[in-house]
């Protein structure tokens, strides 16, 4: 990865103006808007939108929310940990089958220490998915669609790894016959 580095303009100034005032004026801006509010009477709630039972359940220490398309998520859930499972076993075949490549067609770049010991690699690529899986659960208890997106995120990066990865071996095979 290339990094450019700009190189800092004489006097700390940004395009000719001096960053400080400008960050004082917006301060001061901030401040005197907050000012204008002040005396002013906050309207009424809006009446409660649901009528019965609430979707949240009053009882015990904590607020917890029932669901309505529980097992819909549920589902979804289920089904992503599961691809990720795949997706992490089809990273340590790839790998494994990279590893028994010649190394100047195919070499591990990011975990070669690890990689070097097959039982070593085995336990990092469950406990990655452990780990995965546990923060998208506890995530999800308090924030669902968060949790099904680091669910998504992490399959949907795994597997295109997971397809470069292969593609490399194909061609790393490709040109092991062609000599």
Not at 21 to 37: I, K, N, Q, S
Not at 61 to 80: I, N, W
Not at 86 to 110: F, G, I, Q, V
Request: charged share 15%; hydrophobic share 40%.
């Amino acid at each position: 990865m290339t990094v450019l580095r700009v190189p800092p303009s004489p006097g700390g100034s940004a395009g000719g103006l001096s960053v400080k005032p400008l960050c004082v004026l917006l301060t001061a801006v901030l401040l005197m808007g907050g000012v204008g509010l002040r005396g002013q009477v906050l309207p009424e709630a809006p009446p409660a939108a649901f009528s019965g039972t609430p979707p949240f359940s009053t009882t015990g220490t904590r607020y917890h929310f029932r669901p309505v398309h529980a097992t819909g998520t549920r589902l979804a859930t289920y089904s992503l940990w599961a691809g990720y499972a795949a997706a992490r076993a089809a990273d340590w075949a790839s790998t494994e089958e990279c590893l028994r490549l010649p190394s100047h067609l195919c070499h591990e770049a990011e975990l070669p220490g690890i990689t070097a010991n097959r039982i070593a690699f085995a336990v990092f690529e469950v406990g990655m998915t452990g780990a995965v899986i546990y923060v998208s659960h506890r995530l999800g208890k308090e924030h669902r669609w968060m949790g099904l997106g680091i669910s998504a995120t992490s399959f949907t990066l795994l597997s295109i790894i997971d397809a470069h990865n292969y593609q490399v071996i194909e061609a790393a095979r490709s040109s092991l016959h062609q000599q």
